[in-house]
């Protein structure tokens, strides 16, 4: 039996993407590579946003080569973002690579593999429109109690520093019924958390001209009998409305979480990066969460950089800093990519200056997330108990995990087994800018989640048609840099 391995970068889209692709390999009778192993196939599910992604490519094909040539029949693929965008320079630059597919064609992996090792040449397959919605497809599920359910793929938006919707394409939304399917079957083989995911999730039910559909789906979540917890990624603030809000605030198991790009403060660079909201829109949307949510955590994206961007700009972003309290954010110092209107725009910023005002954000960003964390103090929270994370430390004899508000929480082990999955019921001792930890365990509550994680571990997997989960539980937000939303 031939083995493989799934290497992903990039954004929540990709890891999902990924988990798609491991189904489909071990539907074609592949095992996963063990623990440093050498696999037979090595997959790389590439990310295109960031200015070093090809050199990340590359370095790692590199690495890869001589390890090919040593081993007869291993095979090398390039999937994702990049590859949509580099097609055949793939090959050209590193013809040791036998097959690079496309965002819409990642169904072909398979059938790729055994033409390239059949016809001993490379086989470069892109296409230019989805043919087949993902969760259509076999699926590795490695977590048995969180999961990613997409609603749609692409984005309509033309935002010029981001090159996502011209190698994802147009958004294509799956029908409300099919995405309760799913979720449906999930929570019945023991999974209690899930993360509704889009390239621009809250535009959801533009192909079908319902303008609530997003909100109607959180609500319809609710229904479902079993599932604890529904988080969502990622919204765009333009197209955030009140009905959404209204959801979030009256559904029991939507977790008062939100992760709200923000990209700029300044309206001047906003305009330039054709993002369709202003800073009052957006600190409008913030002041609303919060008046129906009060407890909600907000994270958020911000560009640092942006050609165009003065001093002033600048000021702007640490300003609505201030103002929204922000219990997080993922900070990015803008790079250039080939293909966006972003790109060739005169007035680049100064890299020096670049590296200032990242420094600037970071710690203002830090110092809020701090304070904010420090409030959680004293509060007693229900904390889901991650795999990965999770997992006791042998010298602090903590175990970790996730609260409602997707806080990360690092609590005092208890006597008693807690699986990934179990919910612990915590009193909070102690606030970092990154996470809290919690000295006092006041409870565990065992769940069919961890009786499904228990069981899994303790036998063989197998891929399942069209549930897609991801391989640590649900995380916070992954960043997509230059990030979509």
Not at 342 to 369: F, G, H, I, S, T
């Amino acid at each position: 039996m031939r083995t493989y391995e799934v290497r992903t970068y990039g954004c929540q889209m990709n890891v999902h993407d990924s988990e798609r692709l491991s189904g489909l390999l071990e539907d074609a009778g592949y095992a996963r590579a063990g623990e440093g192993e050498d696999a037979d196939v090595v997959v790389f599910n590439t990310c295109a946003v960031r200015e070093n992604a090809d050199n990340k490519l590359y370095g790692n094909l590199g690495h890869l080569a001589p390890k090919k040539a040593a081993r007869p029949g291993m095979q090398i693929a390039v999937g994702g973002c990049l590859a949509q965008k580099d097609r055949a320079t793939i090959t050209q630059r590193a013809p040791w690579v036998d097959v690079v597919f496309g965002t819409h064609n990642i169904g072909s992996l398979p059938a790729l593999l055994e033409r390239a090792r059949v016809q001993e040449e490379a086989q470069v397959e892109i296409l230019e429109s989805l043919e087949v919605f993902p969760s259509t497809l076999p699926t590795r599920r490695e977590s048995a109690y969180a999961a990613w359910v997409s609603v749609s793929v692409g984005c309509n938006n033309t935002c010029t520093f981001c090159i996502v919707p011209s190698l994802r394409g147009k958004e294509k939304d799956r029908r409300p019924g099919e995405i309760l399917a799913e979720v449906e079957a999930l929570v019945a083989e023991g999974v209690s958390e899930v993360t509704l995911l889009g390239q621009n999730v809250n535009a959801y039910g533009v192909e079908f001209g319902d303008r609530q559909a997003f909100s109607k789906l959180l609500r319809a979540c609710g229904d479902v009998d079993g599932l604890e917890r529904v988080r969502f990624t990622s919204p765009h603030p333009a197209e955030f409305t009140d009905d959404v809000i209204a959801a979030m605030a009256e559904t029991p198991n939507v977790m008062p979480s939100l992760h709200m790009p923000l990209q700029s403060g300044s309206d001047k660079v906003l305009r330039d990066m054709r993002r369709s909201y202003r800073q009052a829109r957006f600190l409008g949307i913030i002041d609303r969460v919060r008046a129906a949510i009060p407890d909600a955590a907000i994270t958020t994206d911000i560009i640092v950089g942006f050609p165009g961007e003065t001093e002033e700009d600048f000021r702007q972003t640490l300003h609505v800093v201030e103002q929204a309290r922000f219990s997080g954010a993922f900070t990015f110092q803008y790079s250039k990519r080939p293909g966006t209107p972003a790109a060739v725009l005169e007035d680049q910023v100064a890299p020096e200056v670049v590296k200032d005002r990242y420094e600037r954000l970071a710690a203002l960003v830090n110092d809020v997330a701090w304070a904010e964390n420090t409030r959680q103090v004293g509060r007693t929270l229900d904390v889901m108990v991650a795999e990965g994370e999770g997992r006791k430390d042998a010298a602090t004899h903590r175990l970790s995990g996730r609260a409602p508000d997707n806080r990360l929480v690092h609590f005092q082990a208890p006597e008693a087994e807690v699986r990934p999955g179990d919910v612990a019921t915590v009193e909070v001792t102690y606030a970092a800018p990154h996470h809290l930890v919690a000295d006092r365990v006041l409870g565990v509550r065992r769940t069919r989640s961890g009786d499904a994680w228990a069981a899994r571990t303790s036998e063989p997997t197998e891929p399942t048609i069209g549930l897609g989960m991801p391989s640590v539980g649900v995380p916070a937000p992954l960043p997509a840099a230059n990030a979509c939303g």
